[in-house]
């Protein structure tokens, strides 16, 4: 019995893979490894496929230093445009919007370190008025906020908080050196004592190696996260990421398949960087992938919704909240 059958029926059976596992499968035949990796999917999650979409709540001037980043004040790139916490309208507009195209979740996501308390206070409003609203689940990703202001956020009726790991413990001072891992961890956990549900994943093509992002995976299974966001670096110019060579087609198949056999039950999030591939991210979703960011990025294009839906239906996935 090969090393990926084995581990597919450990995996099955409810155990966990171990660090050490997860580096022999990182080398395995790629079409055997994907295709357990799939098969792992459909035996723990089904054909539903957990779709959201972004929106860019507050633009530009980020005091930190993550060196993949448009919007950080420390690089200069073609994203020149600021603005403040949108108005409630305005992500009342996307969220309609999104919910009439069949949008499950909607994240606000803002840039800085993190929102100050009377921001806060403003962007509870803007939720309470979606959640009134809109047939919408309301995600956010506010920065390195503490519990308290978690509370309100999830009594302002938010249920997810994403905060990407970004890569590895050992590799992540190498993308930022703002703020630390340590921090990111203790928002995810303030994020769970306030009752809601965490988001967390991360950027591959940094520099980091396989090991790298096994290590990120496995950060993220002791944190309990369910949702991870695997993002495809976009070299943005100006950055001093702007010459790394994105991740092919195979590669990122590979990523998310030692994804899954990590964390068996998870939505594998197809993010950032999936228009680079040239299959827009149909080869990962039968690689264990069950899960995507659909529509335009922060601060660069993605997939249209319209064009995801017809691949689901293509796949013969049904869009539906998984990992409540």
């Not at 860019?56 to 950080?72: H, I, L, P, T, V």
């Not at 409003?125 to 990703?141: D, Y």
């Amino acid at each position: 019995m090969s090393i990926v059958a084995e581990l597919k029926d450990k995996v099955l059976n409810g155990d966990l893979i171990s660090r050490e596992e997860a580096l022999e499968l990182a080398g395995a035949p790629l079409e055997e490894l994907t295709a357990a990796a799939d098969e792992i999917r459909e035996k723990m999650c089904g054909n539903g496929f957990d779709i959201c979409t972004i929106i860019n709540g507050k633009c530009g001037r980020c005091s930190e230093d993550c060196k993949y980043c448009a919007q950080s004040v420390h690089y200069h790139t073609a994203c020149t445009e600021t603005y403040p916490l949108l108005p409630t309208e305005e992500l009342l507009q996307g969220a309609r919007h999104n919910a009439s195209q069949g949008v499950l979740r909607y994240s606000i996501v803002t840039s800085g370190r993190r929102l100050s308390d009377r921001e806060v206070d403003q962007v509870c409003e803007s939720i309470r008025a979606i959640k009134r609203e809109v047939p919408i689940e309301v995600c956010v990703s506010f920065g390195l906020l503490g519990e308290e202001q978690f509370r309100k956020i999830k009594a302002a009726g938010a249920s997810r908080v994403h905060c990407n790991l970004e890569s590895s413990p050992r590799y992540f001072k190498e993308v930022c050196t703002t703020h630390t891992y340590e921090e990111k961890i203790e928002t995810l956990k303030a994020a769970k004592r306030a009752g809601l549900s965490i988001c967390s994943g991360g950027i591959m093509g940094l520099g980091e190696t396989m090991e790298d992002r096994i290590d990120m995976g496995l950060t993220a299974r002791e944190l309990g996260v369910k949702s991870i966001p695997v993002n495809l670096l976009n070299p943005i110019p100006g950055t001093p990421y702007e010459k790394n060579v994105p991740l092919t087609n195979e590669e990122a198949r590979r990523c998310v398949a030692v994804f899954r056999f990590l964390i068996p039950d998870a939505s594998i999030r197809l993010a950032g960087g999936r228009g680079l591939i040239g299959d827009k991210g149909e080869g990962c979703f039968t690689s264990g992938a069950n899960a995507a960011i659909s529509g335009d990025m922060l601060t660069t294009a993605g997939i249209t919704v319209e064009t995801d839906m017809e691949l689901l239906k293509k796949l013969g996935y049904e869009a539906r909240l998984c990992n409540e």
